[in-house]
C-alpha cells in the first residue's frame, strides 16, 4: 500500500507527543527527502518538557507512515473468514444495522461503545453524546477506569474535585520533600524527571515507595520498599507515627478538614512493629521518612499506579491523602497531594462523559440538575438520557450475555491485552453479535471484529487535550491523513445521521469543542472560559475556567476544597490483604507494570524500529535469589502461571525487587500476555482491577510453545 505522505505545504507546527498524559510540545516539519516517511520531530519548549521528548515521542512520527498503517475500512461476513476491504460506505452501513439489529432485538442498552484516555476531549465529549443521544444507550465506559479512577474516587470524597495535579509539575522543583509512591517517572515520563532534579538541586529531598528499586527510586534519598498491596497499612503506620510525635499541624486540620478525630482513634491500631510486620518496612525507615515529610516547609506526596490498581485502590489513596491533610499539606504553596495522570488525555478523558455515571463539565448522570443542563445544551429532553450503566470491566464481562451489550464499538483501547483477566474478554468479545473497532492499525482487539475503521492519527487532527496538570492544550494538526481515513469525530457525527440523529452533532473540532464549553458550564470541570485562541495566547489554560475574563487555576485549594462547606473530608480507612495472597500453588506475588521503551497495549510501540531495537521483548523481572530457587538463568524462558492463565517470558535478574515479588510488563501479546494473569478483582467505589498484585507459580519453561495456552 503506497500512501500520499507528506503534506509539503506544512511548514514545521507546533503541536503534542501522541503518547502519554505529559503531553510534551513537539515540532513537526515535513521532510519530504528524509528517510522513513518524511516527517521530522523536535522537542519544542512547552512549559511540561521545556524541549525534551523521551523515546517514544522522539519514535513517535515514525507511525504516520507506517507501513501497517490501515487506511481502508476492513469488514467479513463471518468471524471465521479473512477481512476484506470495503468503502466507507458499506463499512458504515454494517456498523448501523449491527448496531440497529441489537437495540432491535435486546433493548438500546444492548448497543455500546468503549472509549479511551487518548481520545481528544472533543471526540472523549463526542463519544459520550453519541451513546445517550444517537444510541439512547446507557452502555459507555472506557479504559480509565483501568488507569485513574481509584485516584479519582479518593479525590473525590477527600477534595470534592477530581484533578490529578491540583498545581502545575513546576512546582515540583519548588517541593522541599517528595514522596512518590507507586509512581517511576523516570521510566513513564523521564522528561518530567527534570523538575525532580531541579528540586534536589536544590536541596529537596525525594522518598520513593515502590516493591522495586526503580530507576526514580535509584534518585531519591530513600526507598521504601513494600510488599505489593500494603500501601493503605504504611500511609496509617506513618499516620500512627505522626500522632505519636506530635507532628499533626493541628491548627490546619482544625480550620481546613471534618473528620479527624475518627481517623485519629482508628490510627491506633497501626503501631509500627505491626506495619512492619504487614509492609515489611522497617521501623526505622518509617520513622525517618515521617519526619522527613513532616518537617519541611514545603511536601508533596504524589501517587500513581503503584499504589491505586488495587482492589483498595481508593481507601489507599485515601489513606495517603488522610496524611497529607494531617501534615497540612494540600493547598500550601508547593505542597499538596496529587495522582500523576496516565494516559495522553488521561484527564480531559474522564471529564466529559465517556463514564457509565457521568456527563460533560465532570457532572454526574444521576443529578437531576445536571441532566437538566446537558439535555439542554443538546437540545433533547431530560428523560430522555439513560440512567447509568455498568462499569468498563463489567460491561466486558457481560458482552455477548442477557442483559449484557450485543454489538460493540471500540475506540481507542486494546482491551484484548490490556483489560485484566484477557482470556475472559477475548472470550466475551468473541460472543459479540456484533464489534467494530476504530483504530490507526489492526490491533489484537480490531483483529477480531466484524468491521475495522481507519482513523487519522494525532498529527493528522485538530483537538485538545488536558494534561496531567489540568491544563487545556491544543493539538495541531501537522500532518495529512493518508487517503481513506477519517476522524473518529467524523465517524460519531456520520454515524449519528445515518441513525437518524444527525441533526445534534458536528465533525469539526472548534464546534464540538465549542459545545463542550457550554455542557460543561457550572460544573465542577468548567471550561466554558477556554479558548483555542486562548490556549495559542497562554499556552494553556487551566480548568476550572468558568468565563472569558476568568484566569484559569493553576492552583487548587488555597483558600477552600471543593465540598459544600470547603472544608476537605479525612476518611477511616483500613488494610485487609489483597483479594488474592501467595500460598502452597501459587506462593509468590505478581506486579505489573511498565518498561521505559513501550506503551501500553503496544499497538503502536510493537510497531515502532527505535523501539524495539530498544527492547525487543518483554522480561519477567526476579531477583537471583528466587531465580535461584527456581533453577532460572538470566535470559532463560519463564513460565507464570496464576488462577486465571499462564504466560511465558525470558527472566531478567535483578536484586532491585523483592524476592518475594516478580514484576512483568503488560505491553505485549500472544503468550507474552501479562493479563491473561492478572485479578479481576475490582475496587468497590472506583471499579479498578488489581493489576498490581496477585498470586502466581513460577518455574523454568521446559515445554515447547506449543504446549502453553497462552492467549
Ligand atoms: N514508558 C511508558 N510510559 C507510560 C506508559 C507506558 O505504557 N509506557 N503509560 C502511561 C500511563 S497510561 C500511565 S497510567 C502511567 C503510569 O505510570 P506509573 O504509575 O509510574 O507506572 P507503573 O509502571 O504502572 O507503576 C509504577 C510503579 O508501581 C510499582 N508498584 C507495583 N506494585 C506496587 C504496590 O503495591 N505499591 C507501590 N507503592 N508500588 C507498586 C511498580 O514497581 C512500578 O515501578 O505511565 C504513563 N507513561
Ligand atoms: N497488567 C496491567 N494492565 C494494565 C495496566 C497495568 O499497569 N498493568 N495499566 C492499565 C492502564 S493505566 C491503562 S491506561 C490501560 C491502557 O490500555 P489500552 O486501553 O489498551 O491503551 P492503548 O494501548 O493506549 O490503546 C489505545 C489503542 O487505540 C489506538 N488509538 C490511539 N489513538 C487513537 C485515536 O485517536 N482513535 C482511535 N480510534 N484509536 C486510537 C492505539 O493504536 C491502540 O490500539 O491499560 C491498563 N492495563
Ligand atoms: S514523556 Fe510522554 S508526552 Fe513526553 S515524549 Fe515521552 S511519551 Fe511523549
Ligand atoms: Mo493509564
Redesign the pocket.
Known amino acids: 500500500m503506497s500512501l500520499p505522505l507528506v503534506d509539503v505545504s506544512t511548514g514545521p507546527v507546533d503541536t503534542h507527543c ?1 503518547y502519554c498524559s505529559l503531553q510534551c510540545g513537539m515540532t513537526i516539519t515535513a521532510r519530504p527527502e528524509a528517510e522513513g516517511g518524511g516527517y521530522e520531530v523536535d522537542g519544542a519548549n512547552f512549559p511540561t518538557n521545556r524541549g525534551a521528548l523521551c523515546e517514544k515521542g522522539r519514535s513517535s512520527v515514525e507511525l504516520l507512515a507506517h507501513p501497517d498503517r490501515l487506511t481502508t475500512p476492513l469488514v467479513r461476513d463471518h468471524r471465521d473468514e479473512p477481512f476484506r476491504e470495503a468503502t466507507w460506505d458499506e463499512a458504515l452501513d454494517r456498523v448501523v444495522a449491527g448496531l440497529t439489529v441489537a437495540r432491535e432485538r435486546f433493548g438500546p442498552d444492548a448497543a455500546g461503545l468503549f472509549g ?5 476531549n472533543e ?1 472523549a465529549y463526542q463519544a459520550g453524546k453519541f451513546v445517550r443521544v444517537a444510541l439512547g444507550s446507557a452502555s459507555i465506559d472506557y ?2 477506569r ?3 479512577s481509584s485516584a479519582a474516587a479518593a479525590s473525590n470524597k477527600a477534595f470534592g474535585i477530581d484533578r490529578g495535579m491540583p498545581f502545575p509539575l513546576a512546582d515540583v522543583a519548588r517541593a522541599d520533600t517528595v514522596m512518590l509512591v507507586g509512581s517511576n517517572p523516570a521510566d513513564t515520563m523521564p522528561p518530567a524527571m527534570r523538575w525532580f532534579a531541579a528540586g534536589r538541586e536544590r536541596g529537596a529531598r525525594h522518598l520513593v515507595v515502590d516493591p522495586r528499586y526503580t530507576a526514580t527510586a535509584a534518585a531519591a534519598d530513600v526507598h521504601l520498599q513494600p510488599v505489593p498491596g500494603t500501601d493503605l497499612a504504611l500511609a496509617n503506620g506513618l499516620l500512627h507515627l505522626a500522632i505519636k510525635h506530635r507532628l499533626v499541624d493541628t491548627a490546619y486540620v482544625a480550620d481546613r478538614t471534618t473528620g479527624w478525630d475518627a481517623v485519629r482513634r482508628a490510627m491506633r491500631q497501626y503501631w509500627p512493629d505491626r506495619v512492619e510486620r504487614i509492609t515489611g518496612v522497617p521501623v526505622r525507615v518509617m520513622e525517618r521518612a515521617v519526619r522527613m515529610l513532616a518537617e519541611s516547609r514545603a511536601t508533596m506526596i504524589l501517587s500513581a ?1 503503584g499504589a491505586e ?1 488495587h482492589a483498595k485502590g481508593s481507601d489507599t489513596a485515601l489513606a495517603w491523602i488522610n496524611l497529607a491533610l494531617a501534615l497540612g499539606l494540600p493547598g500550601r504553596p508547593f505542597s499538596g497531594w496529587a495522582t500523576v495522570t ?2 495522553g488525555n ?1 484527564q480531559g478523558g474522564r471529564e466529559h462523559g465517556q463514564k457509565a455515571d457521568q456527563l460533560p463539565g465532570y457532572r454526574m448522570l444521576a443529578d437531576p440538575a445536571a441532566r437538566a443542563h446537558v439535555a439542554g445544551v443538546w437540545g433533547v429532553d431530560p428523560d430522555e438520557l439513560p440512567r447509568p450503566g455498568v462499569s468498563a470491566y463489567e460491561m466486558l464481562d457481560r458482552l455477548g450475555t442477557p442483559g449484557g451489550v450485543r454489538a460493540l464499538m471500540v ?5 484484548v ?4 483477566r484477557a482470556a475472559h474478554v477475548r472470550e466475551r468479545l468473541q460472543a459479540l453479535d456484533f464489534l467494530v473497532v ?4 489492526l ?1 489484537e ?2 483483529e477480531l471484529a466484524d468491521v475495522v ?1 481507519p ?4 498529527a493528522e487532527e485538530e483537538g485538545t487535550m488536558t494534561n496531567l496538570e489540568g491544563r487545556v492544550l491544543r493539538r495541531r494538526r501537522a500532518a495529512r491523513p493518508p487517503e481513506g481515513v477519517r476522524s ?1 469525530l467524523e465517524v460519531l457525527a456520520e454515524l449519528a445521521d445515518r441513525l437518524g440523529r444527525g441533526a445534534f452533532f458536528s465533525d469539526d473540532p472548534r464546534t464540538v469543542f465549542d459545545e463542550l464549553r457550554r455542557a460543561s458550564s457550572g460544573g465542577k470541570a468548567d471550561y466554558a472560559g477556554i479558548s483555542y485562541e486562548r490556549i495559542e495566547a497562554e499556552r494553556g489554560v487551566f480548568w476550572p475556567c468558568p468565563d472569558d475574563e476568568h484566569e484559569g487555576t493553576p492552583r487548587l485549594f488555597r483558600d477552600r476544597f471543593a465540598t459544600p462547606d470547603g472544608r476537605a473530608r479525612f476518611h477511616v480507612v483500613h488494610h485487609r490483604a489483597a483479594a488474592e495472597s501467595p500460598d502452597d500453588e501459587y506462593p509468590y506475588r505478581l506486579t ?3 518498561s521505559r521503551a513501550h ?6 510501540t510493537r510497531r515502532t524500529k527505535a523501539l524495539l531495537d530498544a527492547e525487543a521483548e518483554p522480561a519477567v523481572e526476579i531477583h537471583p535469589d528466587l531465580a535461584a530457587r527456581l533453577g532460572v538463568a538470566e535470559g532463560g524462558d519463564v513460565l507464570l502461571r496464576t488462577r486465571r492463565g499462564t504466560a511465558r517470558m525470558r527472566a531478567r535478574l535483578s536484586r532491585e525487587i523483592r524476592p518475594d515479588t516478580v514484576f512483568a510488563p ?1 505491553h505485549w501479546a500472544g503468550e507474552q500476555t ?2 491473561a494473569l ?1 485479578n479481576p478483582a475490582l475496587d468497590p467505589a472506583s471499579r479498578m482491577p488489581e ?2 498484585v496477585c498470586a502466581v507459580a513460577l518455574e523454568a519453561a521446559t515445554t515447547t510453545t506449543e504446549e502453553v495456552p497462552g492467549v
Open positions: 501522541p479511551g484516555g487518548g481520545l481528544t471526540k479504559n480509565g483501568f488507569c485513574m499506579r490498581q496516565g494516559q488521561g475506540v481507542a483501547s486494546n482491551v491485552v490490556s483489560a485484566p476504530s483504530d490507526m492499525f490491533s482487539t480490531a475503521l482513523c487519522a492519527q494525532w473518529d505489573t507494570g511498565r506503551y501500553q497495549s503496544g499497538t503502536q503488560f501479562i493479563n492478572t493489576f498490581k
